[in-house]
């Protein structure tokens, strides 16, 4: 098996490739997570696609990026269902944590509007096709760079 360098290296690639041609941040950094280290169940891909652009398409809340990284490291560590009565799985939660704190270091932000906003100047209605479209050119590759930079760091963190 690779080592842990190479790993996030690929890692890196696929999810970059992945948001570049199919979009959903948190599905990306999963499916690139699921293809390099494992761990990552198709459901919980599945279940991951509603938090893209901040929840919903809401803009609102945590980038799709950070939310997909967050599931991935809960997918190895976070408390399954057997063990609801057997405590709060701590070390997660640092994890975790130290995500968040990382992602609004590098990023300025931690929801897609702040992040809309870092990469652009400004918010987009994303259900509004002619703003969504305005989006995407104006974003560029930051989006996907983001996307790909939280698959390395979940991945160096696994």
């Known amino acids: 098996m690779p080592d842990k360098s190479e790993l996030s290296r690929q890692a890196y690639e696929k999810a970059l490739q992945y948001e570049l041609d199919y979009g959903c941040c948190p599905q990306c950094v999963l499916a690139a997570i699921q293809e390099t280290v494992g761990v990552i169940e198709d459901s919980v891909i599945k279940a991951s696609h509603g938090l893209s652009g901040g ?7 945590a980038c799709g990026a950070l939310t997909g990284g967050l599931m991935a490291l809960s997918a190895q560590r976070g ?5 609801l009565d057997k405590g709060r799985f701590i070390n997660n939660f640092k994890k975790g944590d130290e995500l ?10 931690l929801t897609c509007e702040e992040l809309q906003h870092q990469f652009t100047g400004r918010t987009y209605n994303m259900w509004n096709a002619e703003e969504y479209a305005a989006f995407n050119t104006a974003r560029g590759p930051k989006c996907a760079l983001a996307t790909a930079t939280v698959t390395k760091w979940v991945v160096e963190m696994m």
């Open 55 to 61: 929840g919903g398409l809401s803009g609102k809340g």
């Open 79 to 83: 408390r399954d269902r057997d063990k």
């Open 100 to 109: 968040v704190k990382r992602f609004q270091a590098e990023f300025g932000g």
